[in-house]
């Protein structure tokens, strides 16, 4: 089956920003997911180049805009590159074998079809935007997205009878209801063509810029009536027709939302004109902002998307954009979020996760696996795998994300339940413990193949270490993600593949700290035990300053852990032994000051939290490492910090 996957194609007036970038990372989860689903896909991206804005770019700088535009193209293949995005097919409308013949057929089919005509246009006319404007679409006599004033321009210009197709429109919406999506936007296209259409300008007169008009060589097509053809250009039209039936029609567009009414408006009506059969599906998407703030030069708050794939490789980027930000919605970005999701998702989650299979099957079997064990991770997997391809046939991409997740947490649950390290201790236990390993080894396996569209690299290193180095492209959905009960399988322990990052003064640095698999004693003060003989502490409390900045709160490194056996510590009355899952390799033994308030039994399996990085402490022989959080009434009994069920290891702010 074949799927035609295409993206917006960018004004070349500046480089690749986050926003622009967000499409096409989200284009290219899904052009991975359908190759991944075994769909024969063809990815195709572009520049649009004949823009005002584009030819103005280029004379400012002294050059002549086709060079200029040849030298954006290795600016923009560039990012594209350094972001994974896998297009199999890039155009630039400046193209004179594949584009121009295809602007000018349809051009002159639309005029034998009697849907051109000449006429002279008085208005308003936007170079950002490329649009003209009426005088209701105006703020303040400015374009509400660019915030400038448009132009009144009076020219000559060849007229598309876009009004004709309001009817034949409607009734393509009606008759085929997944041509728009989301709902949102086939909502306000509905609107928008229900209300009525005007004729619109396909030329522009007297500029040199763009492609000449073939029945008129005084004009050139208007820029927006030639990049749109630009998909059935890059595919044959005008120039070969059995490449042109081999892909057309597309199976989708992804284009943002401002540009959505051009895609299924203008576009369509285009193709009903020049007798082409129409695309099977637009997707307008959201908008990303930073801040909640539209990016633009002006602000100075464009985001550079090379900024974090330099940093972090292009994946942890690629998976914020696709999980973050529900698709079709707005989303938006911060280095704050970034930065957390990266330690949570991915130093916490699956990498930690990674780590803990991959030493265990080290330490413990000299990294052999073998045949899977059977246990409840088989069919959580199995309803993961379907909740996410539901989510990613429908381009539900954040969903398809979470899912991958959702199996991801569930894998480190697992663990911090059936105990390896305790099943280690015991030959009795040997079989039980392989199966541990091999279970959650092939829960992993799963997650990585359900994630390889989203973040391809770190899918592909993932698998390497679980003893699967095919090459991605041989890799099917279907067989996959179905759950191998079967197989030795030897793992690779790799070290970490995302060290946390730690916010040091609002300056990002990662670090290579990785929690060390260390016996900690975490002591809740101020209930010290009496008995113990404790390290001598600072003479007195530091005075509690009354304001904190959140840089001096973000160096407590608090965290979810999972009490996974309690004892009490002989001859105190105070402190309980705690043995803590905090989503290291192995447990933390902690001490805390607790036992009065809490039975040993009480504490096993609570979700609490612990501070992971106080400076070690001596007690009672121990080394303490950090503390247990617990509200500590004056002269009470401690009350234990109780947080809902969430991953050991989940950072806690
Ligand atoms: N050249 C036209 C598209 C022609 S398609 C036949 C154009 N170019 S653009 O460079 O301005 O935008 C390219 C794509 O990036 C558009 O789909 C646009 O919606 C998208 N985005 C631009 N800024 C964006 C965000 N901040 N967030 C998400 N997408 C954004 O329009």
Redesign the pocket.
């Known amino acids: 089956m074949k799927y035609f996957l295409t993206t917006?194609?960018?004004?070349v007036n500046s480089r690749p920003h986050?926003?622009?970038a967000?499409?096409k990372v989200t284009a290219d989860v899904i052009a991975r997911y359908r190759r991944l689903a075994g769909f024969d896909t063809h990815f195709l991206m572009g520049n649009?180049e004949h823009s005002q804005n584009v030819f103005r770019k280029a004379v400012e700088q002294g050059k002549d805009p086709l060079a200029y535009c040849d030298e954006m193209e290795v600016v923009f293949r560039d990012v594209w590159k350094r972001l994974d995005i896998s297009f199999d097919d890039f155009i630039r409308t400046s193209d004179a074998r594949r584009h121009k013949p295809a602007v000018q057929k349809m051009a002159q089919e639309c005029l034998d079809n009697g849907d051109i005509y000449e006429g002279s246009y008085e208005g308003f006319y936007c170079v950002g935007c490329e649009a003209f404007k009426q005088e209701k679409d105006l703020v303040d006599g400015n374009c509400p997205i660019h915030n400038t004033k448009p132009q009144w321009i009076k020219e000559k210009n060849w007229f598309f009878r876009l009004s004709k197709y309001q009817q034949p429109l409607l009734k393509h919406y009606e008759e085929n209801p997944s041509f728009i999506e989301p709902d949102i936007r086939r909502n306000e296209i509905l609107r928008l063509v229900e209300g009525g259409l005007e004729d619109i300008s396909m030329s522009r007169a007297g500029q040199s810029w763009g492609i000449p008009v073939p029945f008129d060589p005084t004009s050139v097509v208007y820029v927006w009536f030639d990049?749109?053809i630009?998909y059935a250009a890059a595919v044959g039209y005008g120039w070969d027709d059995e490449r042109f039936n081999q892909w057309w029609p597309a199976s989708l567009h992804i284009?943002?939302?401002?540009?959505t009414r051009?895609h299924c408006v203008i576009w369509p009506a285009m193709l009903m004109s020049a007798g082409v059969a129409l695309p099977k599906q637009v997707f307008g998407?959201?908008?990303?902002?930073f801040k909640g703030e539209?990016?633009s030069k002006t602000m100075g708050n464009i985001v550079d998307p090379l900024d974090a794939a330099e940093r972090f490789g292009p994946d942890p980027l690629r998976l914020y954009l696709t999980k973050e930000i529900p698709y079709g919605g707005d989303g938006d970005f911060t280095w704050e979020r970034f930065e957390e999701k990266y330690n949570a998702d991915l130093a916490n989650n699956l990498g930690n996760l990674v780590n803990r299979v991959a030493a265990m099957t080290e330490r413990y079997q000299q990294g052999t696996i073998r045949s899977a064990g059977g246990g409840p991770l088989a069919a959580i997997a199995a309803e993961n795998v379907a909740t996410y391809k539901a989510s990613m046939d429908v381009h539900a991409l954040h969903e398809g994300a979470a899912a991958a997740f959702r199996l991801i947490s569930a894998a480190n649950n697992y663990i911090a339940e059936t105990q390896p390290w305790a099943l280690a201790k015991d030959p009795a236990t040997a079989d039980r413990l392989n199966g541990v390993l091999a279970d959650t080894a092939e829960a992993v396996r799963i997650a990585a193949v359900m994630l390889s569209p989203v973040m391809p690299a770190s899918a592909t290193e993932i698998l390497r270490r679980l003893g699967d180095s095919s090459p991605a492209s041989l890799r099917r959905l279907d067989q996959d993600t179905a759950w191998r009960a079967s197989g030795e399988k030897q793992i690779l322990n790799a070290g970490a593949l995302w060290p946390r990052i730690e916010a040091d003064k609002g300056v990002v640095t990662v670090t290579d700290e990785t929690p060390k698999p260390t016996e900690t004693v975490v002591v809740v003060p101020p209930v010290a035990d009496p008995a113990a003989p404790v390290a001598p502490a600072a003479s007195a409390a530091p005075e509690v300053p009354a304001m904190i900045t959140i840089d001096d709160f973000m160096k407590i490194q608090l965290k979810v852990g999972k009490v996974l056996e309690a004892e009490r510590m002989p001859k105190s009355q105070k402190l309980l032994k705690l043995k803590v899952d905090a989503g290291e390799a192995e447990p933390r033994t902690i001490l805390a000051g607790i036992a009065e308030s809490y039975a040993p039994e009480d504490m096993v399996g609570k979700t609490i939290v612990i501070v992971a990085n106080l400076a070690p402490r001596k007690m009672m022989g121990l080394e303490s490492n950090g503390m247990v959080l617990a509200a500590s009434p004056e002269g009470g009994a401690a009350i234990v910090l109780n947080v809902e069920p969430a991953a050991p290891g989940t950072r806690v702010r």
């Open positions: 917006a194609i960018d004004f986050l926003g622009t967000y499409e649009d990049a749109l630009n284009v943002g939302k401002d540009i051009f998407h959201g908008w990303v902002y539209r990016m």
